[in-house]
């Protein structure tokens, strides 16, 4: 267990270059949309954790048990797992219409580190505009 973690650990470095010392600026609200048993929630919420704590992100991060939202939640139907931040998918996807429970799959595998960071800063600089 402990050299999992470690692995996890050297394959996120990488060089900070988000900051959100910007007065007036409210914090993100992120939120990583998963169940019990998603192997992808559990990493990324490991890696998500991992990048706004190095980047010093002034967030809300939450996680959302998909298996818990009632009926009418507009969350229901996004696959795990999902990070929404402000309510806007990370990714750009739109919401599915349909809302059963189902696995998220990410073209290239679970994001890095790196490509956390680096949408992270696309929709730091967007919701700047």
Known sequence: MM???LLL???CEYEPRIHMDVPGMHPLKIQLLGFDGCP???VLEERLLEVV???HLDAIVEYVDLQSLPPDDSRR???SPTILVN???LYGES???DQALSCRLYEAGWPSCDELEDRLHGQLVASRR
Do not use: I, Q, Y
């Open 87 to 89: 309510g806007v998918d």
């Open 53 to 55: 704590s190095h980047e």
């Open 95 to 97: 919401r599915p219409a």
């Open 3 to 5: 050299v999992a973690g």
């Open 77 to 79: 139907g996004w696959g």
């Open 9 to 11: 650990l050297a394959s």
């Open 40 to 42: 992808g929630a559990t």
